[in-house]
């Protein structure tokens, strides 16, 4: 029996084998083929960042800076911390490269890993991947729509159905900070103060809107009563609002509003939206987002319009298993080459150059075994030919062909420079 190694992968973390790796490539093909026909252009950003970058973007009071992030110092003495997601950076490039300069709105998306401490649980790793879209530039309702739409395209496209559409409007800062005052008020009152989690505690006092974002069945509960923020919506929210509200109906994407819903972020503002599953159990949500009309000037930056999104693949592809859709397979090879005989062996090097000089995929057997074995190794591979060489057929200058699906054979020249596609085809 074959031991197992005294090294193991980290908990919260997964081995992708090839079966899953083509999956995955095939997921990532149809998140870029859907973003480009929406005319987004893919940004790539370091995996490390400062960690001031996440503590003044993502939200110095938010549970991924608080308890989640994998922070280390180098060294020079700087502290720099692993993406736990990717807006902040996307941001950061905005600014460090001057784009806003160039034209006035840009769509960008990008994909790739990133890292939480959270607790491992179905659909949920401390290195998961991500892939978010990002329009900064622009304030009009459309592009909120925008954002929904084509979220809602790719999850559909990666065969995620039954989706609901949670959408809510989080308001402007004044709006936000009359709610927070009358929530704070509630919050503080002796009869449910008693009962909120010390983590809700502390939010109350940093940020009072996100105690609706509590996963505490209490304080779920007493937050039912409380004051919500579509009591406090400013005029120009309220009209932001119905005119996103009117272009997704206009499209025929139906919704639920939901005045609790905040997003885990600080920097949301206005339009806040979650795509939820049934397929998951509690971990409902398989996209989310909203606007951010304030980051890019907490960074510095002029006073910049955004809206974005962000999903996770490894939590897509299992809804979209337990919804049924095809888990896809490898692909098939086109060409096996069998060898028998020493002088057959050495040629495979130029005849596997050959074929896939070609454009086919070829492989070949390296443990010198039988032609039994071979064929069987053919099998395993799904191979659509096999290509038998052997010192009789170098001899006589003729391969044989032999056509899997089919079963017949034909003979080809032994003379590599006289082969096509259409010999093989």
């Known amino acids: 029996m074959t031991s197992l190694p005294d090294i193991h992968r980290l908990q919260g973390t997964a081995d992708l084998l090839p079966a899953e790796s083509f999956q995955w490539a095939e997921a990532e093909r149809v998140i870029r083929a859907t973003m480009f026909r929406f005319g987004f252009g893919e940004i790539r950003f370091p995996v490390l960042e400062p960690t001031e970058l996440f503590a003044r973007g993502t939200g110095a009071s938010t549970d991924i800076v608080q308890k989640e992030m994998y922070t280390l110092v180098d060294r020079g003495g700087r502290s720099l911390t692993l993406r736990p997601e990717g807006t902040p950076s996307v941001v950061r490039a905005y600014l460090e490269e001057n784009l806003g300069s160039q034209r006035p709105v840009w769509k960008l998306f990008y994909l790739g890993p990133m890292f939480r401490a959270e607790r491992p649980q179905k659909g949920r790793y401390r290195q998961f991947h991500q892939f978010g879209a990002e329009m900064i530039g622009a304030a009009s309702p459309e592009s909120d729509v925008e954002l929904i739409a084509l979220a809602r395209t790719i999850l559909h496209d990666l065969g995620?159905?039954?989706?609901?559409?949670?959408?809510?409007?989080?308001?402007?800062?004044?709006?936000?900070?009359?709610?927070?005052?009358?929530?704070?008020?509630?919050?503080?009152?002796?009869?449910?103060?008693?009962?909120?989690?010390?983590?809700?505690?502390?939010?109350?006092?940093?940020?009072?809107?996100?105690?609706?974002?509590?996963?505490?069945?209490?304080?779920?509960r007493i937050m039912r009563h409380a004051p919500t923020i579509d009591q406090f919506l400013t005029a120009e929210d309220q009209d932001h609002f119905a005119r996103v509200r009117s272009g997704l109906e206009s499209l025929g994407i139906s919704y639920e509003l939901d005045p609790r819903m905040v997003r885990g972020l600080d920097y949301y503002t206005r339009t806040t939206f979650e795509f939820k599953t049934d397929l998951l159990g509690a971990q409902d949500t398989v996209c989310g987002g909203g606007r951010y009309d304030l980051l890019v000037e907490t960074f510095g930056g002029p006073a910049t319009p955004a809206v974005g999104f962000a999903s996770g693949i490894e939590r897509i592809l299992a809804a979209a298993q337990e919804a049924g859709a095809s888990q896809g397979t490898l692909p098939r090879l086109d060409v096996f080459v069998g060898a028998l005989g020493d002088q057959a062996r050495a040629l495979i090097p130029s005849i596997l150059a050959r074929l896939r000089g070609l454009g086919f995929s070829a492989d070949s057997d390296f443990l010198g075994r039988g032609l039994k074995a071979q064929m069987k190794e053919a099998n395993r591979l799904a191979a659509r030919l096999v290509l038998i060489v052997g010192d009789d057929e170098i001899t006589r200058g003729q391969f044989t062909l032999r056509r899997m699906d089919e079963g017949g054979q034909a003979e080809i020249p032994a003379d590599l420079a006289q082969w096509n596609k259409e010999t093989f085809a």
Request: charged residues 35%; aromatic residues 4%.
């Open 160 to 220: 995620l159905t039954g989706l609901r559409l949670q959408l809510n409007s989080i308001g402007s800062p004044a709006a936000r900070h009359d709610h927070s005052e009358k929530l704070r008020a509630f919050l503080r009152q002796p009869d449910v103060y008693a009962k909120i989690d010390e983590d809700c505690r502390r939010r109350m006092e940093t940020n009072p809107l996100r105690v609706f974002d509590c996963k505490n069945e209490e304080c779920i």
